[in-house]
């Protein structure tokens, strides 16, 4: 597996700034994603995290709203831009270690619960 | 059609007695599969991955997959209440990085 930090691990935040959450992964990694879980809901996946490019992201989810950085192969930051309170969620950055992506599996730090109010 | 279904529960089992929890996938092309246990207020944590049709066992949880059906289970051997959480089974399609997650099944063990 992996140790995984996210900062910060809470935060309360007015409508319309925005927050930056840190993820840093105690070794080099192949592939880093951000998901936000809603209350009481499964994880959806934002995007993936390429290292040296730019993200991956799904159906829904736009750079503007969350631009991803990943300037290296142990760190990535997820903003989420112009809070509104829909965007009230727990947000997890995961990682896979597998260099050749044979086992997929994926490992998840702590997550970063935001309310916006 | 959902990619990745499972029962949302809650599943309700006595202390000692086997947990099943199932789950199906839509994708026939999905290759790896997983179950990952998430406590209330905590991230999710892998606690088993199974790749080829049959039963994968690890301590009290057994893992099972059955390609021809499209479906997966996990089996909890003499539950207890610390295994009170939501079990989400999450599939890869392979050729795809991505994994998909399940809506999670709650159990609750009663003691």
């Known amino acids: 597996s992996a140790v995984i930090s996210q900062k910060p691990s809470r935060d309360i935040c007015q409508r319309g700034t925005s927050l930056t959450i840190q993820c840093q992964v105690d070794?080099?990694?192949?592939?880093m994603f951000w998901y936000r879980q809603q209350p009481g809901q499964s994880l959806t996946l934002i995007a993936t995290?390429?290292?040296?490019?730019?993200?991956?992201?799904e159906s829904g989810f736009v750079i503007d709203k969350f631009p991803i950085s990943r300037p290296n192969l142990t760190f990535s930051t997820l903003t989420v831009s112009n809070l509104s309170p829909e965007d009230s969620s727990i947000y997890l950055c995961?990682?896979?270690?597998?260099?050749?992506?044979?086992?997929?599996?994926?490992?998840f730090g702590p997550g970063t619960r935001l309310t916006v109010t | 059609q959902k990619e990745v279904e499972q029962n949302s529960g809650p599943l309700s089992v006595p202390e000692g007695a086997i947990a099943s929890l199932n789950c199906t996938y839509s994708d026939r092309v999905s290759q790896s599969f997983f179950w990952y246990r998430q406590y209330s207020g905590k991230s999710p944590e892998l606690i088993m991955s199974?790749?080829?049709?049959g039963d994968k066992e690890d301590g009290r949880f057994t893992a099972q997959l059955n390609k021809a059906s499209q479906y997966v289970s996990l089996l909890i051997r003499d539950s207890q209440p610390s295994d009170s959480a939501t079990y989400l089974c999450?599939?890869?399609?392979?050729?795809?990085?991505?994994?998909?997650f399940g809506p999670g099944t709650s159990l609750s063990v009663i003691p």
């Open positions: 999450a599939v890869n399609k392979g050729g795809d990085d991505k994994v998909i």
């Open positions: 995961s990682v896979q270690k597998d260099a050749q992506l044979v086992s997929y599996e994926q490992y």
């Open positions: 070794s080099q990694v192949t592939m």
């Open positions: 199974i790749y080829s049709n």
């Open positions: 995290a390429n290292q040296g490019s730019e993200a991956t992201y």
